[in-house]
């Protein structure tokens, strides 16, 4: 019997032996892949369907965005309203998504509900109608909060360093303005509909309690669609040439918004994952140097934060913070003292297993349950990864030594590499 007067052992979560669960892969007959985790004690389920339909493939800014909003914005036979009840009427969530690269629509619902909401999901992919009247709709509340966004700091100053580090006609770099949406037709968006959603590449992710009829189920109704090709080639960056800007956006601000930033490798590189442990040491979590020094002791910002950016291509080192304007310029003497001390001196031990056991908790989080797992998946395989890559961050987290990370941010943290951006 359990003795519950005596505390259970403590152990590091760096000492965990963390395993990822496989993922099994089907063919669906018109050559989809689909990536499928069988988990959870719930009738729950997760379908996530991934078209190669993002920002990168679009002639004109937003039309990739406004044509994944509005792909459930009515059918030939459906309208908004008929659409969204039929999917709430099951208890069900479906939701639309564009990135830079790719563009998703995802359904969680009841297991036992997948035949009546998996055919509505056809509709969508097959039989969007994008009508006038919704993108007139979809057009006014979305320049409605572009001009409420322009008035915050942190929205332009977040669109102003994209531009610094990428260019302003790159995906990563291009941001919307008023006059964009007014260009929008429906023609537009129905021939990249047509294109990158009916005749696209199509990739599906499928998480949950699944039941034994699942390819069949996902033959049935997705195994006729064309499955194109869709390349993501790489596209040249072109960036500032200025290294500092200081920009007056509300001249009663008296908040300034920081960016400082860098490109950096993406995840194929050798030093990706080692610089990941770097990083959470440096601004990555609630404990890191830029959280102590410039919240805790010089209370200078409720929070500041650096991180990689999860690009697939060209990729960037971000620091961010919100700062009171009068304390601006303090705050990134600050966060480049910071990079010195870590450019200076090995970091200690037991600092270094504080940020070990962060990170390998973290990573045990990304495994609580099917749809988490999944998303671990996800990450992989649309970056082109391996199995491996989960375990050789493993192995990096636990095996990085402090003079690597020394050597590291000698390489890496280095002021005059960085773009400064401070927008009031």
Known sequence: MLNRTIAPEIVDAVDFNLQLKQAEKLTLKNWVDVYAVNAGNEDVISFEWVFYAGNWFEEQNLVAATANFLLRNGTSTKTAFQINEHFEYYGSYLNRACYNETATISLHCLTKHINELLPAVKELITDSVMPEDELATYKQN????????LKKSDFVAGR???VCLYGENHPYGKYSRLEDFDALQREQLTGFYNKYYKQGKLIMFVAGKLPANLETLLNNHFGDLANGTSEVSPIAIHPATEKKYRIINDENGVQGSIR???????R????FLKVQVLNALFG???????????REDKGYTYGIYSYLQNHMHDSAWVISTEAGKDVSEATIEEIYKEMKLLRDEPVDAEELLLVRNYMMGGLLGDLDGPFQIIGRWKNIILNNLTE???????????AISE???QALAQKYLQPEEFYELVVI
């Open 388 to 398: 491996q890559y989960f375990y050789d961050t493993i192995n990096t987290i636990k």
């Open 284 to 294: 990555g979590f609630f404990g890191s140097r830029l959280m102590s020094n410039i």
């Open 268 to 271: 194929h590189h050798p030093d």
């Open 260 to 266: 400082i930033a860098r490109l950096f490798p993406n």
């Open 403 to 405: 003079e690597e990370i």
């Open 142 to 149: 979305m320049k409605q909060r572009l001009k409420v966004n």
């Open 160 to 162: 102003q360093i994209d």
